[in-house]
């Protein structure tokens, strides 16, 4: 099976999980984008529901499929978020933000009584090692990829900016050894405004695998 099949068969089943009544949050990527069709289809057959939405293009989607989506700055909390990850290590620490929309992502997922991390068997790694997405406020720019740098991060800037009309890098710290140390020197540099690092708001993994289903809990 491709790896785009086995997306869609961890939305399939992570969308299984969303009840009637519920706000939903839907992440942004090509395997949220999967999300967002399955649930579209539950949607079609009955389930009624509302959505938020973590970037412009995932709102475009789910509109264009028929979905109702609340303005999140009108909504205190969100019952699940479903969202893909780039990386996710055993103890469900991940690395988002390849399609530049971490820090939305990540402010919906704290205002989530649960999120559901859904990937292919590719995503699973023993030690996250991905370059960590950032968001950068354009005042800030030499600064904080001096002080990326200084940290063993050196960030090479991406062309398009996010949502919020910030700039966008991948800082390349090789093998992370220590997620929260290194979460925690990233939030506090002045200027960056979100990072990639998703270390406590997973609450569960749903990861297909050659066609195969495997769920798992933050224990």
């Not at 002080?147 to 890098?169: C, E, F, I, K, Y």
């Not at 297909?208 to 809990?217: C, F, L, M, T």
Request: net charge negative; glycine share 10%; aromatic share 2%.
């Amino acid at each position: 099976m491709t790896s785009d099949t086995d997306k869609r068969a961890a939305a399939i089943a992570a969308v299984g999980e969303i009840q009637p009544g519920m706000l939903v949050g839907l992440g942004t990527g090509s395997t949220a984008a999967h999300a967002v069709a399955a649930l579209a289809d539950r949607v079609r057959a009955g389930l009624r529901i509302t959505a938020v939405v973590t970037s412009k293009a995932t709102e475009a989607l789910a509109q264009s499929h028929g979905l109702t989506v609340l303005p999140f700055d009108d909504v205190p909390q969100v019952d699940l978020t479903i969202d893909g990850v780039d990386q996710i290590d055993p103890a469900l620490r991940a690395i988002k933000g390849g399609g530049g929309a971490m820090l939305r992502e990540k402010i919906v997922a704290a205002a989530s009584t649960r999120m559901i991390a859904i990937a292919d068997g590719s995503k699973r790694v023993a030690q996250l090692d991905r370059a960590i997405p950032v968001e950068i406020l354009p005042f800030a720019r030499a600064f904080v990829l001096r002080r990326l740098a200084d940290l063993g991060g050196p960030a090479v800037l991406r062309a398009t900016r996010s949502d919020q009309h910030n700039l966008l890098a991948d800082a390349a710290f090789g093998p992370i050894a220590d997620p929260a140390a290194l979460a925690a020197e990233l939030s506090a540099i002045p200027g960056l405004l979100g990072h990639g690092l998703f270390l406590d708001e997973i609450d569960a993994t749903c990861i297909a695998d050659d066609g195969g289903i495997v769920w798992q809990k933050r224990s």
